[in-house]
């Protein structure tokens, strides 16, 4: 089933399965928006919350490929906290989108992703300061010429 993502390992082809089933998933549901006369709240509202839900696990296939492609073995302290967060914030958009039938309930799930998000942001910016790694940003001079600058990340 996996055999176009040989040399990977088994983790991320697992996440890649997970993509690759959500991409169906979007698909379907799409298809059937668009097919369905009368809709349980406003298309546009179910078309963004599915959209930003795929985009969501996109963005972690490309995590995943991105700790093989820069060869990742141990992680920063920080990072679990981090993670934490992110399972925690994942649990409560589960029961969210459980709970659109009930929009007093689906707004206290609400109101617990967005303090997640903070949190996620906070650990995110501390993650980032805490980096000891430069990178080198290539940059333009006045004559057009390529040349590169050591910066810390932002």
């Given amino acids: 089933m996996l055999s176009h993502y040989t040399g990977v390992p088994e983790q991320v082809q697992i996440v ?3 993509e690759h089933d959500g991409d169906e998933i979007t698909h379907a549901l799409f ?3 668009n097919q369905t006369f ?3 709240f406003d298309r546009e509202d179910i078309y963004e919350l599915c959209s930003r839900l795929d ?3 996109d963005l972690i296939d490309a995590a995943a490929s991105r ?7 141990s992680i920063r302290s920080g990072t679990l906290d981090l993670v ?5 914030a994942t649990a409560e958009v589960e029961v969210a989108v459980r709970a659109l039938e009930k929009p007093q309930a689906a707004l206290k799930h609400c109101i617990e992703i967005n303090r997640y ?3 996620s942001d906070r650990l995110c910016r501390t993650l980032i300061a805490s980096s000891s790694m430069k990178r080198k940003i290539p940059s333009r001079s006045s004559s057009g010429k390529k ?4 910066s810390k990340p932002p």
């Fill in 31 to 33: 298809t059937k928006l």
């Fill in 147 to 150: 040349s590169s600058k050591s």
């Fill in 117 to 119: 998000e903070n949190d």
């Fill in 67 to 73: 700790f093989v492609l820069y060869r990742v073995d």
């Fill in 84 to 88: 934490k967060v992110l399972v925690s």
């Fill in 38 to 40: 009368i809709t349980p």
């Fill in 16 to 18: 890649k399965a997970i």
């Fill in 55 to 57: 985009d969501v696990i």
